[in-house]
């Protein structure tokens, strides 16, 4: 139980497009879902928060405009870069929350494996 | 502030040798801490967490943490390292008032044969 996705796992683009990263709660209803990027050896960087039904919480510093974040369900949350340039390339990683899921603790996130964006 | 220190960035141990991740916290409520685990070019994979209770805490692989509260600590451990454990270490923490995770900034082990 308690499995997120991500598709693609990998894309390369061209610069100046853009791109669509599903997070999807495979096994459960996610009213919360995380969305962070990660350079190269470095941690992760919580990027936005998005609920269901709401706009998402961008952190300081990233672009709204720019990374676009939809939920428009319980169980899926979509990442979309505009206009991708070089420095955009990076590893994305969702992750959700479901607060009342069945053995698990009300606060504990669920990771999906990962999109790794390479922008040319 | 609320933060998560990690404070070796790389460690070496031997095929066979025990090992110890440290992590300390900053957090100004009840903390839930977690270790994760990364492969190159992976997600991230649990290996234990702690919300209360024992603060020894059994996980997957053979590790186990102990949460130190007098010591704002929660360290790794393992008796004997793998040629497969070698990654990229995580520890986080969160808590009841928030969804959201602290992340420390990683321990890279490198297991030698």
């Known amino acids: 139980g308690a499995v997120v996705s991500q598709h693609p796992s990998w894309v390369i683009c061209k610069s100046g497009t853009s791109v669509k990263i599903e997070c999807r709660s495979l096994?459960?209803?996610?009213?919360?879902m995380f969305w962070y990027r990660q350079f190269p050896k470095q941690s992760l960087m919580l990027m936005a928060t998005?609920?269901?039904?709401?706009?998402?919480?961008?952190e300081q510093g990233v672009e709204k405009d720019k990374f676009l974040i939809n939920h428009a369900s319980l169980t899926l949350s979509t990442l979309t870069v505009t206009s991708a340039h070089p420095e955009d390339s990076s590893f994305y990683i969702c992750s959700a929350v479901s607060p009342g899921l069945a053995g698990v603790s009300y606060n504990e996130q669920f990771f999906g494996p990962g999109t790794r964006l390479t922008v040319l | 502030a609320q933060s998560v220190t990690q404070p070796d960035i790389h460690i070496t141990v031997s095929e066979g040798a025990s090992l110890e991740l440290r992590c300390n916290y900053s957090?100004?409520?009840?903390?839930?801490l977690f270790w994760y685990v990364q492969s190159p070019g992976q997600g991230l994979q649990l290996l234990l967490k702690?919300?209360?209770?024992?603060?020894l805490v059994q996980g997957i692989k053979g590790f186990e943490a102990e949460f130190k509260r007098s010591q704002s600590s929660f360290n790794l451990r393992k008796p004997s390292v793998h040629w497969s454990d070698a990654a990229e270490y995580f520890c986080?923490?969160?808590?009841?008032?928030?969804?959201?995770?602290?992340f420390g900034t990683g321990t890279r082990l490198k297991v030698l044969a």
């Open positions: 998005s609920n269901e039904g709401s706009k998402a919480t961008y």
């Open positions: 986080a923490v969160g808590g009841s008032g928030t969804y959201k995770y602290i």
């Open positions: 096994d459960f209803q996610a009213t919360t």
């Open positions: 702690y919300f209360s209770g024992d603060t």
């Open positions: 957090y100004g409520a009840t903390p839930y």
